[in-house]
């Protein structure tokens, strides 16, 4: 899964309220119809090198647009820092993404080379840095391809915007939020990959905005959610999205494209999304005998079912999910049928089947031969029906409902359907999206306790520490105040990285700590007074990663020290801020293990050896980061006059790792291919 | 040894003498009287035999077989008066393997050896790794009905029934593969034609044959069959199986352990065959949207193994060339997400333009179809009043990504409607394009279909597709629509590689819709199917075969204690179902996991079973012999414990000691 997420603890931002939309001057406006027009002028020569029929725009226009917002600026505008950042960093990548195809594809014409090559030099960085597995023989790969310093000659078209030369840092600030809402709302249009800022509603009546990509799945919003609630985690919570006009609502599956439903609602819908605890969503699996063994309501069994243990609960389970085919809860009994477009209800006999809803015609028996097919699942989804007894005359209040996810207004397509009772209707939804889902549901579910189980951990430590989840946070506050040129995009793009990473092991593994989460709860309490006395205040990047290695291998309580420490000193340094969330990544990991007999295995590597150990790893953050490091804090004052040519560099920099990365290999052997082809032809 | 004799000839030792007859139990065979002692070992006498019979042979399988005591003697240490053996004893020497035929779940015929000697589930043991099936507990054998076997001599003498008898597997070891077959089954053609027998899908089965077999017609004939199931753990001879007699070989026990296409391909098709039997001769009930489904499985599988496409597409990679791959590489990383990523700007997605008509069904409206200018560009439609408007705005577009796409065709009539459903947020909106002939339409209805999975035309199965319609339609031309066959199927090749729709649906659905009803819906379900490869398909359908309701459940005829009347006791993987027989409901379930013991009073041929929390329940078995109610349960329970002991290692004892019953020990 590619994702961005986990970017607690980002060091780069922007001062907050700094933004002034205003404020865009020509020369940023310039640079970005220079950048733009290279696009063009890339995917042009793309398109005549390759196809036939050039096609110089994106044939399509993206509708990206933004759900709970009035329109995309505010919802930009609302976005979190590190999103906005990392919003950027992924269009960015969409960027250096074509450069890359065009470089590929045009490695016999030299002239395109330079402009490609200069647009990507930042990018070797960002993937310098990250030089994780996989993304290692790309790496080395452009390496040959591209001179890496080309950059003065086409640098013009960056540089640009940094000719406001002598401004005030706040006023940098400001503007570099401004070029990234702008190059946001620019690229958002040609942008490959779909983003949505997504307005979220929390329990106590705030919101949330959040950025979602289409790779995005509700499980990973719900990660991210998690990380910026510091709720409990727990397998309860879920997206839900309630449609106010047709009165459903339903929770997302955890395997759901959350851009793909989204996209469904109207522009001027009323929909919300929400983010909750529901108990319905895993009840089967905590609970498996309620929907398997309830033989229609015998009192008998219910009282056995009470009862049933965990062994039991879960061989029921085995029996029902992990065989060849998922069994479907026996389920059948009446129910009424809202019928077409009146408020009438018939009652009609119902069975469900791993194949569909069934019913009994009239006179018929229910033998399979006499079913007739209500609805099949493989285009509806399922909704409760809110307060359907007021608005249609449902008999009773535990109302159903399937439609097509596409339809968002009131049509006879819409199936209605009343249980008697709550429990039939838990039942029976249940049962459906059993029949619908078939084992994904377990395997989310198996996420979501996995993921729970270790939140549960985390936080338990948080709480006994009386720790409060701010270290991460602060720290990226702080941070962005300093940081503005390219060392914080460095960092970020690091970052997102690393969050890539760890998706990976997360899903290889069982379930990791977010580098996040691990953050805030365990690492701040101890650590606060350690790092304060041990640490060097004005630490020299490089020195500090020493440091770090020397404390994380001692006992973990010293670990833990090293990472939090990070948030800390950016409080009291200006410039470093932007390296240490990197390393705070890397160094909170290592120490949890000692705490956690769990999360070690996986990691058990690093928190040793922290410094060594992470050469040794493929961990990439250590090398970047000192180069950059070391400049910057060196030259601090010089910063203001040097950040301004950085913002465009940055925006390359993030790009191939945070975006890119995945595609790109298929991209390429999609350029090799066709190449072959065409040499074939030829 | 024995037979110490005086000088006048009286025996001095207690010898006496004892009659062997050589051969297979046969009142006329040759026989040969050998003079021993009570204390003369097994082993000793069985030498004295070959001795006397002064022939040639390989005497190594044969052994003794003690006809009254329905016995072998097979150890060789002990001695006549430890057996119990007296001169009176009927005592046949004979091979211990005797070839015998087995109808496989495909209904086929294959002579094989079988051991006579060995407890049955050993011999399952010993026959299923000669056929290459993993798992052999799961399967056993049963009697040929006889009835059948009178039907079979009118109908086709002239079966061709393979023969594996003169395969040997070397014991101990697992069977090496060979030219992607076990090697015992590449030695010659013959075997290696069996083995291909055993591992592909079988042609669908003559329509007209279909209707002829017989059908249960109510869950009391469902419990016939499972009167027939032989003891496991007694050997055939035991059982009264001659050599020469027919067996069923059938997977028994409802619980598919491992299944894993890679290794397992004579026991997926066999598991296959056996279920598509079990729905083609109605043994088992399913829905007409299931059965649609069924049959298009059935129809995909079929068109694949008589490709030739046998062998697991894995390689499918190698098949495309490295742009189809890299673009269906492309795809599924992109599943799902708008069909205008990246693709558009490399590759030209073809679009259709064309003048159909086109007719939207309204309230109040009487229109019919009128000419529009239609464009079809990625999955979106669009059409204009006519070409000339086409720059400017459409009247309508229709994005068709999740839209349902229904044929309505008359290939006779020349109608070649494509009926749209397509989601909208007001609804679903319903429109009918109207092509001109079959190649437009196999276009356009190729094209829908790939829209509606969020596809476009660019997608390498779009040619595929048109050809699939286009075949599709000349089928109907020569056979559901111009043949006028309405009623009567047509022989299994009639069309040769197309669709006999009426070869693929129980009878029941062939006397309830024609075939020209049919085809479209299967074509349509067929849809669904059509990418995935043969192995995939058979676990497919497989897998939709488990999930219907009714499926694992073995029928027998019980009396319940305290109960007047016959009723049904279904035997499942997970549980024992008692069924009223006249009406077919559910009374009553209980699980295996509540069981605390069950006990089978061999006298009274009552089977009495403890639930948790003092539950019994005793019954007496009508229709099968207790003993087979009894291995069910202990054969389940076995299985049951499979999961923790991975591997294929079998334990036997704990089988038999679950399964066996008081004879056994």
């Given at each position: 899964m590619h994702q961005r997420g986990?970017?607690?603890?980002?060091?780069c931002g922007i001062l907050?309220?700094?933004?002034?939309?205003?404020?865009?001057n020509e020369d940023i406006e310039q640079m970005f119809s220079n950048l733009l027009g290279e696009m063009d002028l890339l995917t042009q020569s793309l398109g005549v090198d390759i196809l036939p029929?050039?096609?110089?725009?994106?044939?399509?226009?993206?509708f990206n647009y933004s759900v709970g917002f009035k329109d995309l600026n505010e919802s930009l505008n609302a976005l979190e820092d590190q999103d906005l950042d990392a919003l950027m960093a992924d269009l960015v990548a969409d960027i250096s993404e074509a450069e890359q195809r065009t470089i590929q594809a045009q490695k016999?014409?030299?002239?395109k080379q330079p402009q490609s090559a200069s647009l990507c030099v930042p990018s070797f960085s960002g993937t310098a840095s990250l030089g994780y597995g996989a993304n290692v023989a790309a790496t080395s790969q452009y390496d040959d391809d591209l001179?890496?310093?080309?950059?003065?000659?086409?640098?013009d078209l960056p540089l640009p915007?940094?000719?406001?030369?002598?401004?005030?840092q706040e006023e940098e600030e400001a503007q570099a939020k401004a070029d990234k809402i702008k190059l946001a709302l620019e690229k958002l249009k040609e942008a490959k990959v779909k983003k949505l800022v997504v307005k979220i509603h929390m329990n106590d009546n705030s919101s949330k905005s959040l950025m979602v990509d289409e790779r995005q799945l509700a499980r990973d919003v719900l990660d991210n959610l998690f990380e910026k609630t510091h709720?409990?985690?727990?397998?309860?919570w879920c997206l839900y999205e309630i449609y106010p006009e047709l009165q459903i609502e339903r929770f997302f599956e955890d395997h759901e494209n959350v851009v793909e439903i989204l996209s469904?609602?109207?522009?001027?819908?009323e929909n919300k999304l929400l983010f909750l605890e529901k108990k319905e969503k895993y009840a089967v699996f905590k609970n498996p005998q309620n929907f398997y063994?309830?033989?229609?309501?015998k009192k008998e069994n219910k009282e056995t079912n009470e009862k049933m243990n965990a062994k039991n609960k879960e061989s029921l389970l085995e029996e029902s999910f992990c065989g060849t085919s998922v069994i479907v809860p026996e389920l059948e009994g009446a129910l009424y049928l809202k019928e077409d477009g009146k408020k009438s209800w018939k009652r009609r006999y119902f069975l469900l089947r791993a194949s569909g809803i069934y019913y009994v015609p009239?006179?018929?028996?229910?033998t399979s031969r006499d079913l007739a097919c209500?609805?099949?699942?493989?285009n509806v989804n399922i909704y409760y029906g809110i307060q359907c007894k007021m608005k249609?005359?449902?008999?009773?209040?535990?109302c159903f409902v399937l439609k097509h996810?596409?339809?968002?207004?009131?049509?006879?397509y819409i199936k209605y359907l009343c249980c008697d009772d709550a429990r039939a209707l838990s039942q029976w939804v249940t049962g459906i999206r059993i029949a619908k889902y078939g084992k994904t549901l377990y395997d989310n579910y198996q996420r979501a306790t996995a993921k729970a189980g270790l939140a549960s951990r985390w936080t338990n430590l948080g709480t006994v520490n009386a720790v409060p989840p701010a270290p991460p946070s602060t720290g990226v506050k702080t941070d962005p105040t300093q940081a503005n040129g390219q060392l914080p995009q460095a960092t970020q793009s690091m970052n997102t990285a690393l969050g890539e990473d760890w998706r990976h092991l997360e899903t290889t593994k069982d379930k990791k700590p977010d580098p996040g989460l691990g953050s805030h709860d365990p690492g701040a309490p101890r650590a606060q007074p350690l790092p304060k006395s041990?640490?060097?205040?004005?630490?020299?990047p490089v020195r500090r990663s020493s440091d770090v290695g020397g404390g994380s291998p001692g006992t973990p309580p010293k670990a833990k020290g090293a990472a939090a420490r990070f948030p800390a000193p950016p409080d009291d340094l200006?410039?470093?801020?932007?390296?240490p969330p990197p390393p705070v990544e890397d160094d909170e990991l290592p120490p949890p293990p000692p705490d956690f007999n769990d999360t070690p295995?996986?990691?058990?590597?690093?928190?040793?050896?922290s410094f060594a150990g992470d050469l040794g790893f493929p961990l990439p953050p250590p090398p970047p980061p000192p180069p950059a490091l070391a400049p910057e804090s060196v030259r601090t004052p010089p910063m203001t006059v040097k950040r301004p040519p950085p913002p465009p560099k940055r925006q390359e920099n993030p790009g191939p790792p945070g975006g890119g990365g995945g595609e790109q290999d298929f991209m390429s052997d999609l350029m090799k291919a066709l190449q072959k082809k065409r040499g074939n032809m030829s | 040894m024995a037979g110490m004799k005086t000088a006048?000839?009286?025996?001095?030792?207690s010898s006496w003498e004892l009659r062997v007859f050589i051969g297979?139990?046969?009142?006329e065979a040759e026989s040969l009287t050998l003079r021993v002692t009570g204390e003369s070992h097994i082993g000793g006498v069985l030498l004295k035999i070959v001795e006397e019979i002064k022939r040639k042979q390989d005497w190594s399988d044969h052994a003794i077989w003690w006809e009254q005591k329905r016995q072998?003697?097979?150890?060789?240490?002990?001695t006549l008066d430890k057996y119990g053996i007296l001169a009176d004893a009927r005592l046949f020497f004979g091979p211990q393997h005797r070839p015998v035929i087995l109808r496989l779940p495909n209904r086929r015929a294959l002579r094989l050896r079988a051991s006579f000697s060995q407890p049955l589930f050993q011999a399952m043991v010993a026959i299923c790794r000669l056929l290459s099936i993993?798992?052999?507990?799961?399967l056993s054998l049963l009697r040929a009905p006889e009835k059948e076997k009178k039907k079979k001599k009118e109908k086709e003498p002239e079966e061709e029934v393979y023969d594996l008898t003169k395969v040997v597997l070397v014991g101990g070891v697992a069977p090496a593969s060979f030219r992607g077959m076990?090697?015992?089954?590449?030695?010659s053609a013959q075997t290696e034609a069996c083995y291909h027998m055993l591992s592909r899908p079988q042609p669908p089965p003559d329509p007209l044959l279909l209707q002829r077999l017989p059908r249960p017609s109510s869950l009391l004939d469902k419990t016939q069959l499972h009167s027939r199931w032989l003891d496991s753990s007694r050997c055939l001879m035991q059982q009264g199986i001659k050599a020469g007699d027919t067996l069923w070989l059938r997977f028994?026990?409802?619980?598919?352990?491992?299944?894993?296409p890679k290794t397992d391909p004579v026991r997926l098709t066999q598991l296959y065959e056996q279920a598509r039997w079990d729905l083609l001769l109605e043994e088992i009930d399913c829905t007409e949207e299931e059965m649609m489904v069924f049959a298009a499985l059935q129809y995909h599988i079929n068109k694949l193994s008589q490709s030739g496409e046998?062998?697991?597409?894995?390689?499918t990679d190698s098949g495309l060339d490295d742009l189809d791959a890299a673009l269906s590489n492309l795809e599924v990383k992109l599943e799902?997400?708008?069909?205008?990523?990246?693709l558009d700007s490399l590759t030209t997605i073809p679009e259709l333009k064309d003048h159909l008509r086109i007719f939207r069904p309204r309230k109040l409206t009487l229109k019919g179809y009128r000419q529009h200018w239609v464009v079809f560009k990625e999955t979106t439609l669009s059409y204009y009043k006519s070409q000339e408007e086409?720059?400017?705005?459409?009247?309508q577009q229709l994005n068709l990504k999740g839209c349902e796409v229904v044929p309505d065709v008359n290939v006779s009539g020349q109608k070649f409607c494509i009926k749209l459903l397509v989601p909208s947020p007001e609804g679903m909106s319903e429109i009918y394009l109207r092509c001109q002939d079959e190649q437009q339409y196999a276009r356009w209805m190729a094209g829908c279909r790939l829209a509606s999975k969020?596809?476009?035309?660019?997608?390498?199965?779009y040619s595929s597709e048109v050809q699939a319609i286009l075949a599709f339609l000349s089928l109907q031309r020569t056979g559901?629509?111009?043949?006028?066959?309405g009623n009567h199927p047509q022989g299994p090749d009639a069309s040769a590689e197309g669709l006999n729709p009426y070869g693929l649906v129980a009878p029941r659905f062939q006397r309830k819709f024609k075939a020209k009803q049919l085809t479209p819906r299967i074509l349509e379900a067929h849809q669904n199917v059509a990418q995935l490869s043969l192995s995939e398909a058979q676990l497919r359908f497989i897998q939709a075969w488990q999930s219907?309701?009714?499926?694992g459940i073995s029928y027998v005829v019980v009396r319940f204690k305290g109960s007047r009347k016959d009723e049904i006791l279904g035997i499942a993987n997970n549980r024992l179902i008692r069924i009223d027989?006249?009406?077919?409901?559910?009374?009553k379930t209980w699980r295996f996991s509540n069981m605390r013991q069950w006990n089978v009073n061999w006298d009274i041929r009552q089977v009495a079973i403890e639930f948790d929390e003092h539950i019994n329940v005793a019954f007496s078995c009508v229709s099968a012999s207790c003993r087979i109610v009894h291995e069910y349960i202990g054969g389940y329970i076995f299985l049951s414990t499979r999961e923790r002991a991975?591997?294929?290692?079998?334990d036997e004892d704990l089988f038999l000691q679950l399964t066996g019953g008081h004879e056994a020990f």
């Open positions: 986990k970017n607690d603890g980002k060091a907050n309220g700094l933004f002034k939309m205003g404020e865009s029929p050039p096609d110089p725009k994106p044939p399509r226009v993206e016999e014409t030299p002239q001179p890496p310093p080309p950059a003065d000659p086409v640098l915007p940094p000719p406001p030369g002598p401004i005030s709720c409990d985690c727990n397998v309860d469904d609602w109207t522009r001027d819908t063994l309830d033989n229609k309501g009239k006179g018929k028996t229910k209500f609805i099949q699942f493989e249609y005359k449902a008999p009773t209040d535990y996810p596409q339809i968002q207004k009131e049509s006879q041990s640490l060097p205040p004005p630490p020299p200006l410039p470093p801020p932007p390296p295995p996986d990691f058990v590597p690093p928190p040793p050896p | 006048t000839g009286d025996y001095i030792d297979e139990e046969d009142p072998w003697l097979l150890q060789t240490h002990w993993r798992h052999p507990e799961e076990p090697a015992h089954f590449s030695d028994k026990y409802y619980s598919f352990f491992d299944l894993d046998v062998d697991e597409p894995a390689g799902g997400s708008a069909p205008t990523d990246m086409a720059p400017g705005d459409p009247i969020g596809r476009t035309m660019a997608d390498s199965s559901g629509g111009g043949g006028g066959s219907l309701p009714d499926f027989l006249s009406v077919g409901d559910v009374v991975r591997g294929e290692e079998l």
